[in-house]
């Protein structure tokens, strides 16, 4: 049995959709659906059984599961940047991580977790996943010291030649339409442009980039469960590892990429940044990816133009969005 914690979730349930092509059923979905829309990412998807993530840490805890776990794929998380309560997300980021992993471990399971490139702060570090480099970063929001803080138990205890941890740069694809703020630029952008005409993008406030040329390390789902995928098919790749194309694209490009999948001419219009949000923002981000083309992963990235045409125009535009 393959255990998908965040199952509901944008990744979560873009996983169990790929698990699901390659044949995979023997699937326990591990989330809380509250009251949002994200048990609509779960409909036509075929797995053994639904649990409350409390129940299944109680399961783990009394060390009670009552089902032959070959892998948990660990991919719930509160994955909002913007989220202020510290406690509950090192309660539901890190120690929840830390409980699920402990018990894996023990238990020999193949343990697969989303670490994120929040943890790389305001990148004056770089961005290379490096294990050296994974030790000194210093987030610059509690989320990302959330999944900084599990990286950080994960060194401490001797783990990352045992588990696996993913650093997803800026995801965008079907099934993420429950995440309100959080969605992706595509499809904000797609909203505006249908609604209005037009895209809005952030004016730069420093002379070396442009207006709109800020960039971002933009990658489709898709590819994202591609890759999960052959991690979990070969246990010996552990460690903790970026997850983007390794190509940096600048936001004209994403909205130029927009307009044209709704075949459509460009029409942006640059607005002023928060000044709450000027001090911290990052300028360019863009993956490292050796490590895991070093460890044997065969990576292959949609062009962001490919990644957005499809999801526009076989998952936006259509009435069936969901993977």
């Known amino acids: 049995m393959i255990v998908v914690t965040g199952g509901a979730g944008f990744i979560g349930s873009a996983l169990i959709w790929k698990l699901n092509t390659e044949g995979v059923e023997d699937i326990i979905v591990v989330d809380r659906l509250g009251i949002s829309d994200k048990w609509k990412n779960l409909v ?155 895209v809005r993008l952030f004016k730069s406030h420093r002379p070396d980039f442009g207006d709109g040329e800020q960039k971002r390390d933009f990658i489709y789902v898709k590819d994202c469960v591609d890759v ?28 130029r990429s927009v307009f044209a999948a709704m075949g459509m001419k460009p029409a942006i219009e640059y607005i002023e940044m928060p000044e709450t949000i000027r001090a911290h923002y990052q300028y360019h981000t863009e993956a490292k990816m050796d490590k895991l083309r070093s460890a044997g992963c065969p990576v292959r990235t949609a062009p962001l133009e490919d990644g957005v045409a499809d999801y526009v125009n076989n998952y936006l535009t259509q009435e069936r969005r969901y993977l």
Request: aromatic residues 14%; proline residues 2%.
């Open 44 to 198: 036509g998807r075929r797995f053994a059984d639904y649990l409350d993530k409390e129940d299944f840490l109680e399961l783990v805890l009394d060390d009670a599961v009552p089902f032959d776990v070959e892998a948990i794929i660990h991919m719930g998380a509160c994955s909002s940047t913007t989220e202020r309560d510290a406690d509950y997300l090192a309660e539901n980021n890190y120690r929840y991580t830390a409980q699920l992993a402990r018990w894996a471990v023990e238990k020999d399971v193949r343990f697969i977790y989303a670490s994120s490139a929040a943890t790389y702060g305001d990148g004056s570090q770089g961005f290379s996943d490096d294990d050296r480099v994974n030790t000194q970063l210093r987030p610059i929001n509690m989320y990302g010291y959330s999944k900084h803080l599990f990286d950080l138990w994960a060194f401490r205890n001797g783990l990352t030649d045992r588990i696996t941890g993913i650093k997803f740069f800026n995801v965008f694809g079907p099934n993420e339409y429950h995440k309100e703020e959080m969605r992706s630029v595509v499809y904000k952008a797609f909203e505006q442009i249908r609604t209005e005409g037009r």
């Open 228 to 255: 999960i995928w052959w991690l979990l098919e070969h246990r010996e790749a552990t460690g903790i590892f970026n997850l983007g194309t390794g190509h940096a694209r600048t936001w004209n490009d994403l909205a």
